[in-house]
């Protein structure tokens, strides 16, 4: 069975930085598909970084230039780094990786983290 096990959430100052880390267990490979998003209290889940299939970068407009995504192929792992956070980055944040499992393509989600930014 592959599942995403998350980690890295806390409670921050504003301005500080914390790494999330999510790593895929099980049999996965052909991964076309890794991502962060976040769900703040009484919002919708919103896309805050993934990786495109052609392997560039994209970032919601809040957080450009603050987070970097990055990859570990051999590990099956993504990471989110967050620098200079803010009270409204404040939410749980959701890893979602897409790959195939034998001849099923999976879309997995992690079971989140709490990220909690202090004014």
């Known amino acids: 069975q592959v599942q995403l096990v998350e980690s890295g959430g806390g409670l921050v100052q504003a301005g500080g930085s914390l790494r999330l880390s999510c790593a895929a267990s099980g049999s996965i490979f052909s991964i076309n598909a890794m991502g962060w998003y976040r769900q703040a209290p009484g919002k919708q889940r919103e896309l805050v970084a993934d990786?495109?299939?052609?392997?560039?970068?994209n970032y919601a407009d809040s957080v450009k230039g603050r987070f970097t995504i990055s990859r570990e192929n051999a590990k099956n792992t993504v990471y989110l780094q967050m620098n200079s956070l803010k009270p409204e980055d404040t939410a749980v944040y959701y890893c979602n990786v897409g790959g195939y499992s034998g001849s099923w393509y999976l879309n997995l989600w992690g079971q989140g983290t709490q990220v909690t930014v202090s004014s």
């Open positions: 990786f495109t299939r052609g392997g560039s970068t």
